[in-house]
């Protein structure tokens, strides 16, 4: 995301909000990929902007609405939450933007933050496969004309 986008309070519909330690479904708003891991710390880590706030937060905000501010200014005040390389086995399972995950939410030094991630497990869809249904269609004309050979 572009940090200098102004940000406005309407950018913030369907975030959760986070009153008290809870487990909720929240979305993903970051778009991880192989080369974004943080590795500053020597604890490889995906750190994901969530489509959550705290209400504490929220109130800070709204009582700046009235003033033009860019997300580079406020974005300390939105929640992130840290996938951890070790929860990663391929690119593929890394979230996209917009899926959801269950996050954990508890105090960390009297501070409300996503203290867990659990990716969802994604179900894969039953595949049209051209060539089986062609296949079977030329099985079944063979059948019919050794069939009809034998008669």
Not at 65 to 94: F, K
Not at 115 to 141: D, F, M, Q, S
Request: hydrophobic share 35%; charged share 25%.
């Amino acid at each position: 995301m572009d940090k200098n986008i102004v940000f406005k309070m309407r950018d913030l519909d369907s975030y959760a909000i986070i009153d008290k330690p809870c487990t909720v479904l929240v979305k993903n708003n970051s778009r991880p990929t192989m080369d974004s891991i943080y590795t500053g710390d020597g604890y490889p880590r995906w750190i994901l902007n969530l489509k959550a706030i705290s209400s504490t937060s929220l109130a800070v905000l709204r009582t700046l609405a009235d003033y033009r501010y860019t997300y580079n200014d406020i974005g300390h005040l939105l929640m992130t939450g840290s996938l951890w390389e070790s929860q990663i086995n391929h690119v593929y399972e890394l979230p996209s933007k917009g899926e959801q995950m269950i996050c954990v939410f508890d105090y960390v030094d009297e501070i409300l933050r996503c203290t867990n991630i659990t990716l969802i497990p994604r179900r894969n869809p039953v595949l049209y496969k051209h060539g089986a249904e062609v296949a079977k269609e030329i099985a079944e004309l063979e059948e019919i004309i050794k069939s009809l050979n034998n008669e």
